[in-house]
């Protein structure tokens, strides 16, 4: 499973006024960590708010998006972290192995399982390895 943030993955963030534009590379990345990984997406990302799991998936896809949207986390946590929801989806569903693409570092203890990008660069084929290396290993359960 990997958890996806959008905004600093593959919407790089080059001006702190500009959000929103997604772009191909960091999308042909993530196809190859699908592909390779053998994994769906679960998104984490704020951009689930107000979506449902096929507007997201469809809104992907318009921009080269080659895998399934299976998921969004839960939004009803006042106060949690990114890493919580995560936790908290995680709690309620088995899985083999699951990596976290994100620019933000707050993962509390799932921070093991964290592919962090550069916001201004986004997903990179550099971090394509390590990402499909966590999918493929087992998992290792943490709780928060």
């Not at 196809?31 to 990302?45: F, T, Y």
């Not at 995680?90 to 083999?96: D, K, N």
Request: proline share 6%.
């Amino acid at each position: 499973m990997i958890f996806l943030d959008i905004d600093g993955v593959l919407a790089p963030i080059r001006r702190w006024d500009r959000y929103g534009d997604l772009d191909p590379a960091c999308m042909q990345v993530l196809n190859e960590i699908v592909a390779r990984g053998g994994a769906d997406v679960v998104v984490s990302s704020t951009w689930r708010y107000g979506k449902t799991v096929a507007e997201l998936q469809k809104m992907l896809e318009a921009e080269g998006f080659a895998g399934c949207v299976l998921d969004t986390t839960p939004t009803g946590m006042p106060g949690a972290g990114r890493g919580e929801e995560i936790a908290a989806w995680l709690a309620e569903h088995a899985v083999g192995g699951y990596v976290i693409i994100d620019d933000h570092a707050d993962m509390g203890e799932l921070r093991s399982h964290l592919v962090q990008t550069h916001p201004a660069h986004g997903l990179q084929p550099a971090d394509a390895p390590r990402a499909i290396a966590m999918l493929t290993s087992p998992c290792r359960r943490t709780t928060i």
